[in-house]
């Protein structure tokens, strides 16, 4: 007790500026899971939680009859493990391609061209998109002129998940490159300078000592994301889709607004979140044992 009170009188500022980030989260965060309830009720707004009626798990039972909810699920899966493969394996490569250029000024400036669009929101790139892409966007002005018919992109179903994939991987690819690059830069130089010895060509030594040094981190990268196979990118897709592109577009977040928000379901919409939430839950816990197990990392 004695430690703690010193350890206290130490670092109390710290703990200070601690407590507006802890109020937010207790308001924003916490506070609001005790709407779950809503879940296991027959939710009536005007009754409110403690006057609702009691259903069960009835709600939850209504997921796995309709097709609707179904379709959600299957696109949110097809998405984000699209999403997970690509964002996996194209920081990989670029990081190595990037790791050969020498010449630092282009190597910085590169580097900042691909991670400038991780700051941009998915409003400003849903609207580049559809200047880009819509009916009157640059590459069906382009295609008219061809004489082709234009295409509506963003309202073909069969293109909407290679297009919110895409754009998605543009989007936030340099981060993952930036992450992979620094773990290149933990490297033993001296493993370069023995293969260079040896007659060990750039492919090889980038074969055999650059991408064997960074699989720790590609497999921490790897399972922290097994968690976001249910988390397709409710910006993205929020912003871009439409009643048109809702046969494989439209994921579970998308879908629980519309049937809470939008149509008034609120305790179907709040059952269907719950459930995300909890298979969620469960994948980041396994991910977690995973990345522990093979590569040594933990937070706690």
């Known amino acids: ?29 916490y506070a609001p899971m005790g709407g779950l309830v809503m879940a296991f009720q027959d939710y009536k707004p005007w009754l409110g939680i403690l006057g609702s009626e009691s ?24 998405i984000a493990v699209s999403k997970i493969i690509l964002e996996l394996v194209v920081p990989i490569f670029m990081a190595l391609l990037l790791n050969e250029v020498k010449n630092v000024g282009l190597k ?31 590459v069906n002005n382009f295609i008219q002129r061809l004489g082709v018919k234009p295409i509506f992109f963003l309202g ?4 909407f998940r290679q297009i919110v994939v895409i ?9 993952g490159m930036i992450v992979y690059l620094a773990a290149i830069s933990n490297i033993d130089q001296g493993l370069y300078e023995a293969a260079e010895i040896d007659g060990a060509s750039r492919l090889q030594q980038a074969l055999h000592i650059t991408l064997p040094g960074i699989v720790p981190m590609i497999i921490v990268m790897a399972t922290l994301s097994l968690g976001n196979v249910l988390n397709a990118g409710f910006d993205q897709i929020f912003n871009l889709y439409s009643p048109l592109t809702y046969s494989t577009g439209d994921i579970i977040d998308t879908y629980v607004y519309r049937q809470s928000l939008v149509n008034g379901q609120y305790s179907f919409g709040t059952a269907v979140g719950l459930f995300k939430s909890v298979i969620g839950l469960l994948l980041t816990v396994i991910s977690y044992k995973i990345a522990y197990k093979f590569a040594g ?3 706690f």
């Open 297 to 299: 990392y933990k937070i």
């Open 1 to 29: 007790m004695k430690k703690w009170k010193q350890e206290f009188n130490h670092s109390w500022p710290l703990y200070v500026m601690v407590i507006p980030s802890f109020i937010l989260a207790v308001v924003f965060c």
């Open 156 to 159: 073909e179903a069969g293109m």
């Open 167 to 175: 754009s998605d991987l543009w989007k936030g690819f340099g981060f």
């Open 55 to 78: 259903v069960g798990l009835d709600n939850f039972k209504r997921i796995f009859e309709f097709r609707e909810s179904y379709q959600a699920i299957i696109n949110t899966v097809i």
């Open 108 to 138: 910085k400036g590169i580097q900042t061209l691909v991670y400038l669009p991780h700051f941009l929101s998915w409003v400003t790139v849903a609207g580049m998109l559809q200047d880009i892409l819509g009916l009157d966007g640059i």
